[in-house]
Structure formats: structure tokens, C-alpha cells
């Protein structure tokens, strides 16, 4: 008899001989036959508070909340940067944005930020005998991003940016030429992004009313706040309304997407990771949009469908960048785990996981510039620190158990814990920083 050892080994074996074949070969494809199907759906600037399996009080998202019962919920994740790009090269690389380098969308006179493609996961699974595809909604993934690395078919909108409707048929046409896997699908919405437009029916389905005005006075929201970027002073209420209106139309193409996936012989063996890539501000501290370090727009959905695991809630805090490892260790494969190691992302169900402060940070808008504000978030505290002088530097704290919507600074009453994270911060950044270099 074989031992399980040998065995393991032979199987390992096999799959490094796959991913030496060439991408269009058969006998890749066979080899390989034994690997999961994984689809990776990005809700952009979907905020994990607007969705009714989070506890909205509105009915945004009937599709996702649907989903959510066959998943591990993920309360406390949080993207270490509120931008579409650097959020996605995060996911994809596991890692931070100091060590991968791409700090916004772009880097100044419309220049890319550069970064190692080759760390890209779709690269990883590419190698190992994957087909690969792509359907992305907005410019700021487009090709000559870096983000296409790795992809046989990428498909991006003409214009800068196409509703859902058109990405969800592009996606489902290529899933159709699909008999047998694995494949590798990535779907991206950009729907709840700015300006919010949502296509008739959607558009004004919600409208202020009681249950508006006690959401908006419980987070001290100001009837009207900056967007910055665009000149402009957005009306809290109708940027909330429209911003709804959107995140149930992008829900509804999700729906479509998922129940297509479901559909098909091989959903049993299918991983489905749903993830949002940063949050909105809608007027909560003064801010309308993206690119600040407050939980709004830093804590996003997460959902994972991995087969044999029972759906629950689970309220750990943990990172972005932990997503993809989290995944590959409800998988298994040998071949697939070792897109992990010397990555920053960790598996945040392995009984080894150790919970600690995430990280984030704002978002940079010039090449070789350095964030100004920095944030750690664990279950029980918010520590907020900004750089620089003035009176706005220094540290803020807040107590997520008393103040969950960080509205009260208690870092004069709590000199030692604020001292113990400011610590650890400056320790999280110097790490980075070495693993980048």
C-alpha cells in the first residue's frame, strides 16, 4: 500500500508538471482536472453597513443576503487603503500597499503607479493550469493597470466605466464556453462608485423618510459635506438615497451572476469569495467619498462559499489582504497554499490565526509621496494617527464598544493604550517597509 506521504507527494508532483505545460494544453488541463473552480466577485465602494445581511435597515441587497446564508460572514474585515486600484493590488498580491507600491489609482500627470505583476494571484493560478478570466466595470482596473496580469480574457468597458448589466452578460457569455474547470472568474461592479446613477427601476427607490433621519442623526451626519475632487457639497440624504438605489441595482446583476454559477454541475466543487474593495463616506466625518481612513470606508463585506463549510458569522478582525489565504486554506491544495507563503495576508480560520490591530492607511495621490494618516482597528479600539504638525497631528482613539461610530476622541483618558498602539503602528509600518525592500 501507498502511504499517504508518497502519495501527497505524487499528487504535488503531478500539479508542478501541469503548470509547466503550456496554458492551452490539454494535457495540462487533465492534469489539473482535480483543482477548484474559484469565482472572486469585487463590490466597489460597497459599504458593509448598506447591506441587509449586515443589518441595513433598508432592502439593498435580497441577492447577496441570499448568498450570505451559504457563506462564512466576515464582520470585521478591512481594506488597508480606500482606493479602488491599491485595495485591488492588495487582494490580489496579499499584501500592503507599502510593499507592493501602488498607493492610488494613479501617481501623478496620469501616470501608474509600477508593482510586481508577478506576485499577482491570477499569475499564481495561471501557472498551475487555470483558465483565467476577467470582467472588470471602471477605468481605474483597466488594462495598463497591471491588474490584467495572468488573465486569458480580460474584458473592460469602452468608456471609462459600464453599469453591471453589461459586465454580468460579457461574464456569463465566457462562463458558457466553460465545460469543465478549473477556471478562475473575476467579476467586478463599480455601480455604488460616484456619481450614483442608478437605471430605471432602481432610480429613486429610496427616498427620505423617519428611518433615514434617525440613521443620520445616530452618526452625527452633517445635512451636507465635501466631495473632494470634484468641487462639490454633496446633500447627505440624497447621496444616501442614490447610493442605495445603485448598490440594489448592482445586487440585482449579482443575483444573476451567482444564480448562473449555482446553476452549473460543478457548483459543489466551485470557492465563490465575494469581497468589497473599500467603503463611502455619504457625509459620515464630514467626508463624501473614499480615500480616509474612518471605518465607513474601510470596512467592507465578505463573504466566503467553500464547500464542506458551514455557513456562520464570524466577528474576528482581520485584513484584506488575508482574504485569498483565508480561501486557499478552506482548499487544501498544496499546490495552491504555497501562493501564501512569505505573503503578508494570513489564513484567518486556521486555528494559528492570531487576531491583531489591522491595519490602514489614506490614500496618496503623488508618486512617492507617504500617507499622513494611519489607523489600527481591533474588536475594542480605533486608534487614529495623523502625521506632521498643526493642530490636527497627533493621536485619536475611540472605544468601538461604547462608540461604534467613532464620534468621541478618549485618547487623553486611555495615555497607555494610546502609547501601546502607537507603538505597534510604527513597528507595523517599519515591517512593511522591510518586506517591500
Not at 80 to 108: D, K, M, Q, W
Not at 177 to 191: K, R
Amino acid at each position: 500500500m501507498i502511504s499517504l506521504r508518497i502519495t501527497r507527494r505524487l499528487v504535488t508532483l503531478a500539479a508542478v508538471l501541469a503548470a509547466a505545460l503550456p496554458i492551452g494544453s490539454m494535457e495540462g488541463r487533465a492534469a489539473t482536472a482535480a483543482l477548484p473552480n474559484i469565482v472572486l466577485v469585487t463590490l466597489d465602494t460597497t459599504r458593509l453597513d448598506h447591506l441587509g445581511c449586515y443589518g441595513y435597515f433598508r432592502e439593498t441587497s435580497p441577492a447577496i443576503d441570499r448568498f450570505a446564508a451559504e457563506c462564512v460572514q466576515f464582520d470585521g474585515c478591512l481594506v488597508p487603503i480606500s482606493t479602488t486600484l491599491p485595495s485591488h493590488v492588495s487582494l490580489f498580491t496579499a499584501t500592503y500597499p507599502a510593499e507592493h507600491g501602488v498607493r492610488g489609482n494613479i501617481a501623478g500627470q496620469g501616470m501608474r503607479f509600477p508593482w510586481d505583476r508577478s506576485r499577482s494571484f491570477t499569475r499564481f493560478l495561471a501557472e498551475a493550469g487555470y483558465r483565467t478570466a476577467a470582467f472588470v466595470s471602471a477605468a481605474p482596473l483597466k488594462r495598463g493597470t497591471g491588474i490584467e496580469e495572468g488573465f486569458d480574457a480580460f474584458d473592460e468597458p469602452a468608456e471609462a466605466e459600464r453599469p453591471a448589466g453589461p459586465t454580468t452578460d460579457a461574464a456569463l457569455a465566457w462562463l458558457d464556453t466553460i465545460a469543465s474547470g478549473p477556471y478562475f472568474l473575476w467579476v467586478h461592479y463599480y455601480d455604488p462608485h460616484y456619481p450614483f446613477q442608478a437605471p430605471a427601476p432602481y432610480a429613486g427607490t429610496f427616498v427620505s423618510d423617519s428611518a433615514l433621519d434617525a440613521y443620520i442623526r445616530e452618526r452625527l451626519i452633517p445635512d451636507r459635506a465635501p466631495r473632494l475632487f470634484v468641487a462639490r457639497q454633496d446633500d447627505s440624504r440624497e447621496a444616501t438615497n442614490g447610493y442605495d438605489a445603485e448598490v440594489l441595482y448592482m445586487d440585482s446583476e449579482f443575483g444573476r451572476l451567482i444564480d448562473r454559477v449555482r446553476a452549473r454541475p460543478d457548483y459543489e466543487e466551485t470557492y465563490v469569495l465575494v469581497v468589497g474593495d473599500h467603503g463611502e463616506g455619504l457625509g459620515q466625518h464630514g467626508e463624501g467619498g473614499h480615500g480616509g481612513i474612518w471605518d465607513e470606508q474601510l470596512r467592507v463585506p465578505m463573504l466566503l462559499r467553500a464547500p464542506g463549510e458551514e455557513p456562520r458569522r464570524e466577528s474576528r478582525a482581520l485584513s484584506l489582504v488575508d482574504a485569498l489565504p483565508t480561501l486557499l486554506g478552506r482548499i487544501g491544495n498544496e499546490t495552491l497554499s504555497a501562493f501564501a507563503v512569505a505573503r503578508s495576508g494570513r489564513d484567518a480560520l486556521d486555528p494559528s490565526f492570531r487576531e491583531e490591530p489591522v491595519y490602514g492607511e489614506e490614500t496618496v495621490v503623488l508618486a512617492g509621496g507617504e500617507p499622513r494618516r494611519y489607523t489600527l482597528t481591533s474588536r475594542e479600539w480605533k486608534y487614529l494617527r495623523r502625521e506632521g504638525r498643526g493642530p490636527k497631528a497627533g493621536d485619536q482613539l475611540f472605544d468601538l464598544a461604547a462608540d461604534p461610530f467613532e464620534l468621541l476622541d478618549v485618547a487623553p483618558a486611555h495615555a497607555d493604550e494610546v502609547n501601546d498602539l502607537r507603538a505597534r503602528l510604527r513597528e507595523t509600518i517599519r515591517i512593511q517597509r522591510s518586506r517591500a525592500a
